[in-house]
């Protein structure tokens, strides 16, 4: 479905608060058009939220027709605070060029001061980045975090933040994950692993015995809903780990076969594999600066790891957990469709 022309409401300020919508039923997406932003507000509107979206641009095509955009943007809070009055929960699902993260601390530090300003939850997707080379191959919500990265330092930097200014007013939860995929083009099944199926090759950018944490985006979109449901239950600052799914490069190499054989048909030799030429995106990442971000993160294809979800389990009960080959078939058939692409993101830049 096309928006606008549709009769989508696309006015450049929501005005008016419906007043039959309870305030705990109603969220505010911020960056809305990104792959996760767009998951959220299916996930918030299947769910029988009020979703009010925040995007500079036209909805992408796959936003549900009952969401309501707000052009604002965050250097406009007192506009966005006039358009959200009353919303429960900011999600934060601002996703900034993969190469420039200089504004990551004070775009996040502008919805931190909305989400106060609404008396509402500030929920943050965050990120593997924050343990660095030497994690340990399980992560818990209070696994000391000792990043090795510039992109590691910003992203503790930014969760003690929120930590510090929840004792200040701020409600928040924080909802880590791994790798994102089966949100629409632009992860690294589509940009890299699976880019050249078609013609028979599969790549991996790490060693095929090696655990990687990886998460389905529409499921981890609904454990925010979950989550956002259970507020009364929540305290100040609470950070979860999604587990998703952690396998080997072996595994989600045969999945991702098995499932292209299903939906193409069978092969008459199985796929060529190869791997991520790391040493020349170092060489060369002077001239391409995504080459030269992506290298600095090679190590996370290298050093195994998983997200222990059991606090998660815990607080909110059954996870969502959509089997992986569903998930990978899935993701095969959503990444062909004519998605809007986030230019310069991969699915590690949360």
């Known amino acids: 479905m096309v928006h606008g022309a549709a009769g989508v409401h696309t006015s450049s300020i929501l005005s008016t608060h419906h007043p039959h ?8 997406i911020i960056g809305a058009n990104g792959r996760l932003g767009l998951a959220a507000a299916q996930a918030f ?20 027709a009952q969401v309501e955009r707000i052009e604002a943007g965050l250097d ?13 929960v900011v999600v934060y699902a601002v996703s900034p060029l993969y190469t420039d993260w200089s504004r990551v ?9 909305l989400a106060q300003r609404l008396n509402a939850t500030f929920m943050l997707p965050g990120s593997v980045y924050n343990y660095g080379e ?15 990265t510039e992109k590691g330092r910003i992203r503790c930097a930014l969760e003690d933040e929120i930590a510090a200014r929840t004792k200040e007013g701020l409600r928040a939860i924080v909802l880590r994950a791994g790798d994102f995929f089966g949100g629409g083009p632009g992860d690294w099944i589509d940009l890299m692993i699976a880019k050249s199926l078609r013609s028979g090759k599969l ?31 929540m305290p100040a600052f609470a ?14 190499l045969d999945t991702i076969e098995r499932a292209a054989s299903e939906l193409y048909g069978p092969r008459q030799r199985p796929m060529h594999r ?13 001239a391409v600066p995504m080459w030269r971000e992506l290298a600095k993160m090679s190590y996370l294809w290298r050093v195994p790891h998983a997200l222990d979800g059991g606090s998660l389990s815990r607080a909110v009960g059954s996870v969502p957990a959509t089997p992986l080959a569903v998930a990978v078939k899935a993701t095969l058939m959503r990444d062909s469709e004519p998605v809007t692409r986030t230019s310069g993101q991969t699915s590690s830049a949360r």
């Open 105 to 113: 601390l004070p775009m996040a530090r502008a919805g931190m001061d």
């Open 134 to 148: 030497g994690m340990p191959p399980l992560l818990k919500p209070d696994t000391p975090q000792k990043p090795t």
């Open 203 to 233: 790549a991996y950018p790490g060693p095929l015995d090696v655990p990687h944490a990886w998460t389905y985006l529409p499921d981890y979109a609904r454990c925010f809903v979950i989550l956002a449901e259970r507020l009364d239950k």
């Open 274 to 286: 190869v791997g991520m030429p790391w040493w020349a995106l170092r060489v060369m990442g002077w």
């Open 21 to 28: 919508i309870m305030k705990n039923r109603s969220v505010l």
């Open 239 to 252: 950070r979860f780990h999604f587990p998703g799914h952690t396998v080997t490069g072996q595994v989600m």
């Open 76 to 88: 406009q809070l007192d506009a966005l605070q006039r358009a959200a009055a009353g919303v429960a």
């Open 45 to 64: 509107a299947a769910s029988g939220w009020r979703v009010l979206a925040q995007t500079r641009k036209p909805f992408v095509e796959a936003m549900p």
